[in-house]
């Protein structure tokens, strides 16, 4: 798969190219002579929530052009993703950086007009200088260390100096990894690390609901995370690319399920991103007939954060989705951006409880006591409610109790490969026809 070097704001370089064109002007150039200057904006996200995602990019916009205006000639301009930006420049030292820096921030810092609501930006930028012998990931992983230090110590511009990841605490070592997971997705991707795992869904009567699709990401024989690759891929856009091939895969996988006597739906995750792209009901027809597979044995998970802002893109595309008979769950629901108000106008057929609420069982009458309304909720709306995470017999007690409809989690199954689901659902059917043969004679008996 060729990689995806698009950006969402025109004439910024993406981050891929920000990395290459940084050790282009390294490559030979003295230490201190190049400086690398990370933007971020304070309080971005609350203008996400406020004004919704077409506001947000609308700032982006402003910021970028006030980017473009601040620096001159020479100096080059990167969207690193979300409210981050980068300028690289060729620098007589750091007194030019600063001087830089200070320009930015007060152009940037000009108040903004967004629907009669005056915002005030604030930005912080770390700078980092050119050490001797150093690359052009570091170079930049240096300066955003910085900006997160500025940030937490409430300085609006820092420097860094040398290698500062021991003292810069866990969150800034976090946002510092953030280049060498892409560069290893990257990797992966190139040299076939990418896999799906599944999970199986289990039913009150512990039959099989669903499985869901899980990518996996290994370089060098080291597994990393989604929870730490699925946002840098989202920050980079990759993630449209990523999410096709795994509408594909998944599609594939449901037909081999088929062939193999388990007529089962196999659930894709789907990032926002995906939906925000006009070709996605196309990227889902292809994956459909391509593995010749019948809509309804394919879902698609949507996480809440989604519903925030519909664009009519995203509106359009469930509604494709929907119309071709392609299944819409909402994921992770009850945590993140909950709004009962979205709830009416989505129309998913299933709702699956945030782990959170799992974990909390039996103990936590309160969290027993959402759990009971939000199934109730689920269910008057006509959709099956699953509970995610259940770890334990006793959580999973609880979650009967309270009406859930079915469960996902390491209790019955941890995620696998497709051959491994294959065994597992061999062993697990033999288990369950067991089951229902002594219930019915349990029942004749009495
Ligand atoms: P998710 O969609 O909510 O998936 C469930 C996550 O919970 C999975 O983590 C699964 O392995 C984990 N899990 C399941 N049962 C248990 C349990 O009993 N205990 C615990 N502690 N965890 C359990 P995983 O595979 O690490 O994925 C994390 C998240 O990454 C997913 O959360 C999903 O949001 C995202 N993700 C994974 N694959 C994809 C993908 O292909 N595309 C997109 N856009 N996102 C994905
Ligand atoms: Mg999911
Ligand atoms: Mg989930």
């Given at each position: ?51 919704g ?219 926002r991103?995906?939906l ?24 698609l998970e949507l996480t809440e954060s989604l519903f925030m802002d519909m664009s009519p893109?995203v509106q359009e595309n469930l509604c494709?989705a929907r119309a071709?008979?392609?299944g819409l769950a909402i994921d992770d629901f009850g945590t993140g951006y909950s709004c009962l108000a979205n709830l009416k106008d989505i129309h998913a057929a299933k709702l699956k409880l945030d ?15 959402i759990?009971?309304a939000m199934t109730r909720l689920g269910q008057e709306l006509g959709m099956t409610v699953v ?18 409809d ?41």
């Amino acid at each position: 798969m060729p990689i995806n070097d698009t950006n969402t704001i025109a004439g910024l370089l993406s981050r891929a190219r920000c990395v290459q064109l940084a050790q282009y002007m390294i490559d030979g150039a003295r230490p201190g002579s190049i400086a690398a200057l990370w933007i971020n904006l304070d309080r971005f996200q609350q203008v996400n929530h406020s004004f919704g995602y077409t506001g947000g990019n609308k700032i982006l916009s402003i910021i970028a052009n006030r980017l473009e205006l601040a620096t001159g000639n020479g100096v080059h301009l990167g969207h690193m993703g979300a409210d981050e930006f980068l300028c690289l420049l060729p620098t007589e030292g750091l007194s030019q950086a600063v001087a830089l820096a200070e320009h930015i921030m007060t152009m940037l810092e000009e108040p903004i007009m967004l629907n009669e609501t005056k915002l005030h930006p604030v930005a912080r930028i770390g700078i980092a200088l050119l050490e001797p012998d150093e690359d052009s990931v570091s170079l930049l992983q240096r300066a955003d260390q910085a900006m997160y230090l500025a940030k937490r110590n409430g300085k609006r511009w820092l420097q860094a100096e040398g290698d500062i990841t021991a003292a810069s605490g866990s969150c800034s070592i976090l946002a510092n990894t953030e280049l060498e997971i892409e560069s290893k997705l990257h990797q992966a991707i190139e040299s076939g690390g990418l896999s799906l795992h599944y999970q199986p869904i289990l039913r009150k009567d512990g039959s099989i609901d669903a499985v869901e699709a899980l990518m996996r990401c290994t370089v060098n024989g080291r597994d990393i995370s989604p929870t730490l690759f699925i946002p840098v891929a989202e920050k980079t856009g990759l993630i449209t690319r990523l999410g096709e091939w795994t509408m594909s895969q998944g599609a594939i996988f449901a037909r081999q399920l088929d062939e193999a006597g388990y007529p089962i739906k196999v659930a894709v995750n789907i990032s926002r991103a995906q939906l925000l792209a006009p070709h996605f009901s196309q990227a889902l027809s292809s994956a459909l007939i391509y593995a010749a597979l019948p809509a309804d044995r394919l879902e698609l998970e949507l996480t809440e954060s989604l519903f925030m802002d519909m664009s009519p893109t995203v509106q359009e595309n469930l509604c494709d989705a929907r119309a071709a008979g392609v299944g819409l769950a909402i994921d992770d629901f009850g945590t993140g951006y909950s709004c009962l108000a979205n709830l009416k106008d989505i129309h998913a057929a299933k709702l699956k409880l945030d782990r959170a609420f799992a974990i909390a069982l039996p103990e936590d009458s309160r969290a027993f006591a959402i759990v009971k309304a939000m199934t109730r909720l689920g269910q008057e709306l006509g959709m099956t409610v699953v509970a995610e995470g259940v770890e334990t017999k006793e959580q999973m007690h609880a979650l009967l109790h309270a009406g859930v409809d079915a469960a996902q989690g390491y209790l019955y199954a941890r995620a696998m490969s497709g051959d491994d689901l294959l065994a597992w659902l061999k062993v697990h059917k033999k288990k369950h026809v067991a089951c229902v043969r002594k219930l019915s004679h349990d029942s004749l008996v009495r």
